[in-house]
Each structure stands twice: as C-alpha cells, then as structure tokens.
C-alpha cells in the first residue's frame, strides 16, 4: 500500500519526512517514481497523471494538494474514488493575512498614498472609520469565514454571500442568487473566496460589479476564471470601481504585456495569497486515512455535482 505525491517537487521532500515520522509505516513516493502502480492506494496531487484511475488501478483516495479542485477533470476520475480538498490550518492563516491587509490597504488610502509618493506630495485625506466601509465576501467556507470573522474585529461592517444559509455572528449573511443584488449593493470592498465552478466561472463580470456602488474596489483571491477582465478595465476606466487587488489571474503567470500590469489602479501578487503549509497538511492528510481506513466521512470530500 503506498501514498503517492504529484506537486511541487521540493516541497514534496517536506512531505516526505514528515510522512517517515509521523506514518513510518506507509510507503511515500514522490512523483514520477511511482514504484508498482497497482500499489497506490492514495494519491496528493496539484494535477493527477491523466486517467488516474487507469494509471493508479487501486486508487482509493485523491486528494488535492490544494484549497480548490478546480484543476482537476472529475469527469475523468472514476466515480466511486472520494475527492478530497486541501483543508488545514495553514491555507486559512494565510488567506486572513493577504485579505487583511487588502482590504485595510484599500480602506486606509495606501493606494492614493503610494501615487502621491511618486510626486513627492504631502497631503492628506480625512481617516474614515473602519465601521463606515462595508466589507462582503462572496463564499462563506473555510477561508471567506475565517476572513470575516477576522475583519469583523478591526470594526468593518461585515457580510457574506453563500449559496445556502449560514449564521456567523456579527456578519450579516446573504444567500443565493435573489439575495445578491442586495449584498453587493451595500458592499464597498468585494472579496472572492469562491471556488471555480460551472456556476462561478466569469462570475465577476460586468453586471455583477456594476450593481456595487460607485467607487467599490475588488479583492480577487478565488481563481483568475471568475474574473471577466476587459470588464473588470472598463468599470475601473469609467470610475464605477477604484482599485482591484488580483492575487489570482488567467492565465498565470500574467503575460507581460498585460493591460493589468500597468494600470494605476490594480495591483498583482503571483497566486500567494495563502499556500498549503505540508507540517499542517500531513497532519490533516493523515488524520483523513485514519477516517477512511475506519469507514469514516472524511473532511474535505467534495460534492462532485456541485464541483466543490
Ligand atoms: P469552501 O468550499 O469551504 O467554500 C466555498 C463557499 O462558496 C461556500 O460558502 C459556498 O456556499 C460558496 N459557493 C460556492 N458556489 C456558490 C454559488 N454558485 N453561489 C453562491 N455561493 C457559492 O471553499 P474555501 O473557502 O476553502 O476556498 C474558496 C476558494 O478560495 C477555493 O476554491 C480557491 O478557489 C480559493 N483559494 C485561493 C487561494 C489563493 O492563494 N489565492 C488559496 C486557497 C484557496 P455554501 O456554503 O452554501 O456551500
């Protein structure tokens, strides 16, 4: 019975040891040696070999290596192999810090002031409480939860927006496709933390953003497909949206010739929002084929009708 590793492959060595002390039991292989292939029981990947239930006959576990199972195609694994998402501690400490900062960045002017240091300008702008910007994130998971209910302490007035009903104190939370109109109406600074699915893709178009108030800015963290970006362009060029941070692009990485890359009003980071961090993830990987090994739900399986 072996654990097979498909990622990056020095963070894969991480992986490894941490495997030899805390599973010394369990043969690891890292990717392309996969040693017997009808050996491989479970398999951490970012993108599976293709067919990876041809390829890994016994196959009985995929996990992604990652928070989102977008890079993979369920359609090509076979259908009685549980997929199971990234969830551990790491990607969330993560997220709450890029988000934090993104969205206290835009709330305290260090755009403006960062355009007013290239003209060696001194001038200052009125200090806007954190009670008067209205912060919403689309997606109460695990990062779009743990990010509000971190913002919710500087003081910002929080909402959220999810497909079914959720209660997080302090935030109001929005369901739905009826209740969207009425949350990005009263949401300043509009966060992603959806994953990409049929339903999500090219989500953040025109017509969505359009209905937050003028003057909103976007914190794109989900993935660089929910984004529809000559839209995106148009709205800031038109003053509709002031700022965007884009973590995530498409494709990555952003070609240099990019429109984004030079508008004043953007800003990108290269997809680090958060990253899996192997000490939390082995833990979490392990503690799931403990679950499976006793007949247990494990955490982070996907529904694959939802694709999430
Ligand atoms: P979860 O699966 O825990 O949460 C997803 C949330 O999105 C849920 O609240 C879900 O609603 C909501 N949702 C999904 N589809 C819809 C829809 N059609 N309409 C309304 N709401 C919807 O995901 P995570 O919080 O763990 O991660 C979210 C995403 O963040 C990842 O999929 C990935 O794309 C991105 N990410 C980005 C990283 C980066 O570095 N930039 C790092 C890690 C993740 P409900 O609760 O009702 O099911």
Not at 97 to 110: G, N, Q, S
Not at 210 to 215: A, I, V, Y
Not at 271 to 280: D, G, K, M
Request: with cysteine; aromatic share 8%; net charge neutral.
């Amino acid at each position: 019975m072996t654990f097979l590793y498909k990622a990056d492959p020095a963070r894969g060595k991480v992986w490894a040891r941490l495997f030899a002390e805390r599973a010394p039991h369990l043969p690891f292989k890292i990717w392309p040696d996969v040693g017997d292939p009808e050996q491989v029981r479970y398999l951490v990947a970012w993108q599976p070999p293709d067919d990876p239930t041809r390829t890994l006959p016994n196959l009985e576990v995929l996990f992604s290596v990652g928070a989102g199972v977008d890079q993979f195609d369920l359609s090509g694994i076979a259908a009685h192999v549980p997929v199971v998402r990234m969830i551990e501690p790491g990607i969330v400490e993560g997220m709450v810090e890029y988000v934090t900062h993104a969205v206290l960045t835009i709330h305290r002017d260090f755009f403006v002031y960062a355009a007013q240091q290239q003209q060696v300008c001194w001038r200052d702008l009125p200090v806007r409480s954190a009670s008067s910007c209205r912060v919403g994130v689309l997606g109460l998971g695990m990062l779009g939860t743990a990010v509000l209910e971190r913002l919710r302490l500087f003081g910002y007035a929080c909402a959220g927006w999810s497909r079914s009903e959720h209660r997080i104190e302090g935030v109001e939370c929005y369901a739905g496709d009826s209740a969207l109109d009425a949350f990005l109406a009263r949401t300043d600074i509009l966060v992603c933390l959806l994953p990409l699915t049929p339903a999500t893709r090219q989500m953040l178009d025109a017509r969505l953003l359009g209905k937050l108030p003028r003057g909103a800015s976007l914190v794109q963290t989900g993935r660089g497909a929910h984004l529809v970006q000559d839209d995106l362009l148009q709205l800031l060029d038109d003053g509709h949206l002031r700022y965007a941070l884009l973590d995530v692009t498409t494709p990555e990485p952003l070609p240099r010739e990019h429109p984004f890359w030079r508008h004043p009003g953007i800003r990108i980071t290269p997809h680090i929002a958060s990253a899996t961090r192997p000490e939390t993830a082995v833990e979490s990987v392990l503690d799931n084929l403990r679950r499976h090994q006793a007949g247990l739900p494990m955490i982070g399986q996907i529904d694959r009708h939802r694709g999430y």
